[in-house]
């Protein structure tokens, strides 16, 4: 009985780790105008974590830049994230959207200097 245990589990977890891989996993990250303290970064992370299909975030108070992976499901977009930095009372810019894996990121040093003002 417990070899069949340690069986199932083993191929269950095998068939679950397989069919998460098959779930594209996508990314966010933009400058935020002015975060100013390691605190306010939680803040902001602890708000954004909390909308559906928003799997981790980070906001760098140091480069003022902001990075999240969401699900495939999760269509969200540039105005979406305006709208709710908006209400945190923040601006952003330079919003870069793709897939994980198959698109490019940008590095958070050369975000920090974007001045872009247009979403993409």
């Not at 699900?71 to 009372?89: C, M, P, Q, T, V």
Request: proline share 2%.
């Amino acid at each position: 009985m417990k070899t069949f245990l340690i069986l199932f589990l083993f191929f269950f977890g095998i068939l679950n780790s397989t069919w998460a891989q098959d779930r594209p996993v996508y990314f966010v990250q933009f400058k935020v105008k002015t975060v100013s303290t390691a605190e306010q970064a939680k803040q902001i992370d602890k708000k954004i974590l909390s909308k559906k299909g928003i799997i981790s975030t980070h906001t760098d108070h140091v480069t003022s830049t902001f990075f999240c992976t969401l699900e495939a499901e999760a269509a969200y977009i540039f105005e979406d994230f305006e709208g709710w930095f908006s209400k945190l009372g923040l601006e952003i810019n330079c919003f870069n959207k793709g897939q994980q894996g198959s698109s490019d990121m940008i590095s958070p040093h050369t975000l920090k200097n974007c001045e872009e003002n247009n979403a993409k």
